[in-house]
């Protein structure tokens, strides 16, 4: 009888928090802080501090379930446990293709910065469409194959090409900080008054914590849990390496935007936030500075950091295509683990390939950000549901597992904040994301209808169905409260607030305690 192949368990705890750093520190320092003062001001401060304390709150849930359920396809699995196969599969599927585009705009973000090189590298990025011409799409496609190779050979050589560009791709923004600072900071910028510092309002500032790539770049924390069989510890090592990612690079990314507002010149800022486009805003920041040094060194991290970026999140897809394989709900030659590398060299393969068609469907950074955001948050909705229906069903495996406090309380209170950012999204964006769900939906009627008969389809439906009523309330929300095709819509902030903090409350307590498979 052959042996079972398996995943090693040799990740440290700083190995496996360098995972997450990386995930982290990707484009969006290079791109987002310019994008959040557009939006928000100064006050984008405050999106940052926001997309921590979801970040952190969102984690919070996902370790604790991981802690007690190990599997390396992640929270699909665990919603498989609580709400049933379709449950999980809808969870995973989301989830899966918020992760599988990133290593795409880690490449887009690339091809814009080298853009600026030469005469030739221009020829990669339009600035007036703000879109990869041909050619541009041509390297990109070079890129992914680089993060596939990462990938490909063994879990060791992704983490050892990790390790060393996690720690310099840390160094260059925090030295860029450093610079910054010492050229000076105009403070006058930050305003005198609150209107001065949030001059669009706090709509404006949750709005961009979605629009502006903050969502995208702190879901980097889900990296480590992914590895959780192969790591020997998961209720000590997730806590540690996941919150100390997320806090670390909150600081980062904090004083980041911090020096970016304060280096600017006062007249700049006199002409109107919105007014800011610098092509690339560190570079530009550095050169009015004659700091000519620190310009090539951000070009070179404009290349390494989203490089160690799109590997790991290629490495995280491909395990989270790998689960669902295995649960026999995608194509079996995706769980084939390599026996002398123990890699997932099929799936991987595969999350390049769609990586590769999302860079032709999308040729913009801007525009792909906007899109994974709110399948990130679409993504984290499971998580405060899981938390309580899984005590509910005792499905813990062992007695060494994290506990998030006051779950009861906390639980529902970060499913509504999470409701109320994707509100913000607005509509019609909201359902056109949902639209990416139908492909994962053909895939899963496809091989359950040869398994299951209708009866068990309309159960398994059942306890998924909180998903689909969500979906469908906080659609018509959207619609009649954000809806940017209306000049005035319907019903007012302070009506739509009220509605969806209701519904919301309504469909957790659905979801949690009683939809659950029992």
């Keep these: 009888m052959a042996q079972e192949i398996t995943f090693k368990k040799n990740i440290s705890t700083f190995s496996l928090m360098m995972t997450g750093i990386t995930s982290i520190i990707g484009s969006g320092w290079l ?29 919070l849930c996902f370790i604790e379930v991981g802690s007690s359920i190990r599997n390396a396809g992640g929270i699909g699995y665990y919603s498989k446990l609580t709400h049933g196969e379709f449950s999980g599969f809808l969870t995973s599927w989301i989830n899966f293709l918020s992760i599988v585009i990133v290593p795409a705009i880690e490449a887009q973000a690339i091809i814009q910065y080298l853009s600026q090189l030469s005469p030739y590298f221009m020829t990669w990025y339009n600035p007036i469409i703000h879109e990869m011409t041909g050619l541009g799409i041509f390297y990109a496609f070079i890129l992914m194959l680089f993060f596939m190779y990462i990938n490909y050979w063994s879990v060791q050589l992704f983490i050892k090409f990790n390790n060393l560009l996690t720690l310099i791709k840390f160094l260059v923004p925090l030295i860029t900080i450093i610079c910054l600072f010492y050229n000076g900071i105009d403070y006058g910028n930050f305003g005198s008054t609150l209107n001065e510092f949030n001059p669009f309002g706090f709509r404006a500032i949750f709005a961009s914590v979605v629009s502006c790539g903050v969502v995208m770049s702190f879901n980097g924390f889900q990296t480590p849990m992914t590895f959780a069989n192969e790591i020997q510890s998961p209720e000590k090592q997730l806590p540690i390496a996941v919150l100390g990612s997320i806090f670390i690079t909150f600081i980062l990314y904090l004083l980041l935007q911090f020096v970016f507002i304060g280096a600017l010149d006062s007249k700049l800022v006199l002409s109107g936030w919105q007014n800011i486009h610098f092509r690339s805003p560190y570079i530009n920041l550095l050169l009015l500075a004659n700091m000519q040094v620190m310009v090539w060194v951000i070009y070179v991290s404009s290349v390494l950091a989203p490089a160690a970026c799109g590997s790991a999140f290629l490495a995280s897809s491909s395990r989270m295509l790998y689960a669902l394989s295995n649960d026999k709900l995608l194509p079996q030659f995706l769980s084939f683990l390599n026996p002398k590398y123990h890699s997932p060299r099929n799936a991987v393969i ?18 792909l950000v906007g899109v994974v955001s709110i399948l990130h948050l679409f993504s984290y909705l499971s998580a405060p549901v899981m938390v309580i229906a899984s005590r509910l069903k005792k499905l813990s495996t062992t007695n060494k597992k994290f506990s998030l406090p006051l779950a009861h309380i906390l639980a529902p209170i970060i499913f509504i904040a999470l409701s109320f950012l994707l509100f913000f999204s607005a509509w019609p964006l909201v359902p056109e994301m949902m639209a990416l769900i139908i492909p994962g939906l053909m895939f899963y009627y496809y091989y359950q209808l040869k398994v299951y008969s ?29 809806n940017l095709n209306m000049q005035t819509n319907i019903w007012s902030i302070e009506t739509s607030s009220v509605v969806l903090t209701i519904f919301s409350y309504l469909v957790f307590i659905y979801g949690a305690y009683f939809s659950y498979e029992k």
């Design 454 to 482: 209708i009866q068990k389809m309309l159960k398994l439906f059942f306890h998924a169905s909180w998903i689909i009523i969500y979906f469908t309330g906080l659609n018509i929300i959207c619609y009649f409260g954000n």
């Design 350 to 367: 595969a999350c390049t390939v769609v990586g590769c068609i999302a860079l032709l469907l999308f040729r913009s950074w801007s525009s």
């Design 31 to 59: 791109l987002s802080t310019q994008k959040l003062s557009n939006i928000a001001g100064p006050a984008a401060l405050f999106s940052w501090v926001i997309g921590m304390l979801i970040a952190m709150s969102v984690a």
